[in-house]
């Protein structure tokens, strides 16, 4: 299964970087205009590289040391080379957004650890603007960077020694945000310098799963082939009219679950242990948000989402082996959650980044049953089979439990806008702020 998981995670990727090549190569392609208002205007095409030194954060015991080669990871180096493009500044992308560009990238980083993780190689998407112009060669900018890495070691544990640290995937998500000083050498060439986080994660399809985070300083240059350069000007939005879109997505995914033998037995019991396969996990969001301006939209969403391998620490059959655990099958309504978000949505060519804030309004919780003796019983009929005497009168207590799925979660998600009011979506959900959650990877719709 971890097989098929990375199969699905490397061909989302490819849809994802085969979409942004397609629009990278059109100027004419829009998803909020009509025909009329698109512009065939030649494209300016850039190249770039850029190295980061990088202080890996030391978040786990594996990084600390606790390693099979017994060594501490707290540093390390990447280097990548990209090609971006700019639209016309006569085109209705090149008005409204006049210093955004977007476009794909290839890279390979090290740890100097090879041993331990490898040297994963990031194929990504990238995007990028001005914040503030300090002259009129000087200026403030940020680029991201989405895409997947491939190369890891995985960390092989088993359920007695599993630490949950390490890598669980020789293929991980790769994301990166750099905010950086830009310096106009010439019309053509460009010098860029300052702070960028990574973060690398499987998503939660595989375990160990704790994410890499890195911090570091980039250096990089860009060189301008063809087109125009980057005018000095604002943006022009005077064609602009603000007003309310309507996005419906679709989304599915795996993960993975782990589960407390303690939740459902009398003792104390071990830590979390990994439930053997993944499970299948889907939802549908509806999210009206109000356009202020081209750039930023906000609204609140209504978010549905089944989870197939939620809540079955109450569940799991105390006799089985811990090697092969056996649960009882959970309540169709223990396995779904609606709830609303808060939702600010910020839009540039070709993609949009969605950022959610929610909490579960329905989120059902299981429940156990306890008998006089202590014994848990998933289903209290019979009630005479946990009766010692074999008489019909023994009292259970019913004692609820909380739901997995709900309290508070957190939405990051990628559109990639591909033709009028399609798009791709990838996203990840996080519980709580720290707890990982599952991958979202679908497509939506915009209504307008």
């Not at 087109?227 to 007003?243: E, L």
């Not at 989304?251 to 439930?275: D, F, L, Q, T």
């Not at 223990?334 to 600010?344: D, P, T």
Request: hydrophobic share 40%; aromatic share 14%; with cysteine.
């Amino acid at each position: 299964m971890t097989h098929l998981l990375t199969k699905f995670l490397s061909a989302g990727v490819s849809v994802l970087l085969l979409a942004v090549a397609c629009l990278s190569a059109r100027a004419d392609v829009s998803v909020s205009v009509p025909d009329s208002a698109y512009c065939s205007d030649k494209v300016a095409g850039e190249i770039g590289v850029a190295f980061t030194p990088a202080y890996v954060m030391p978040t786990n015991r594996f990084l600390r040391g606790d390693n099979p080669a017994g060594s501490r990871i707290d540093a390390s180096m990447s280097a990548r080379a990209q090609y971006v493009m700019r639209f016309a500044p006569s085109s209705h992308y090149g008005r409204w957004y006049p210093y955004a560009y977007q476009g794909l990238g290839v890279g390979v980083t090290s740890f100097f650890k090879s041993g331990i993780f490898g040297s994963p190689v990031e194929i990504y998407a990238t995007q990028g603007s001005r914040i503030a112009s300090l002259s009129k060669r000087l200026s403030v900018d940020y680029e991201w960077n989405f895409g997947a890495s491939f190369g890891w070691k995985r960390s092989e544990w088993t359920n007695t020694d599993r630490s949950l640290d390490g890598v669980g995937s020789s293929i991980n998500a790769y994301i990166s945000l750099a905010f950086m000083l830009s310096y106009q050498a010439s019309p053509r060439l460009t010098f860029r310098l300052g702070p960028e986080i990574t973060h690398y994660s499987n998503g939660n399809t595989s375990l160990p799963n704790p994410g890499i985070n890195r911090v570091g300083l980039r250096l990089a240059a860009s060189y301008r082939l063809h087109g125009v350069s980057v005018r000095s000007v604002a943006a022009d939005w005077s064609d602009f009219k603000p007003g309310v879109i309507y996005d419906l997505t679709m989304w599915g995914a795996w993960r993975k679950w782990g589960y407390y033998p303690s939740v459902n037995s009398s003792g104390a019991g071990p830590g979390m242990i990994e439930v053997p396969g993944s499970f299948g996990v889907c939802g549908i969001n509806f999210n009206p948000l109000y356009r202020f301006n081209p750039v930023v939209a906000a609204g609140v969403s209504l978010d549905f989402m089944y989870d197939d391998g939620a809540n079955l620490s109450p569940h799991y059959e105390a006799a089985s082996d811990a090697d092969d655990p056996k649960f009882y099958r959970q309540s169709f309504k223990e396995r779904v959650m609606g709830g609303l978000s808060v939702r600010v949505e910020i839009s540039m060519p070709v993609f949009s980044i969605n950022i959610g804030l929610g909490h579960s309004v329905y989120a059902p919780g299981p429940a156990t049953f306890t008998s006089e003796y202590g014994e848990i019983v998933d289903d209290p009929v019979p009630m005479h089979a946990f009766s010692r005497s074999g008489s019909d009168d023994t009292s259970l207590v019913k004692v609820k439990h909380r739901s997995d799925l709900s309290g508070l979660y957190q939405t990051f998600t990628l559109k990639t806008h591909i033709w009028r009011g399609l798009y791709l979506n990838t996203g990840y959900r996080l519980v709580k702020f720290s707890k990982p959650g599952n991958l979202m990877l679908g497509l939506g719709y915009r209504f307008q």
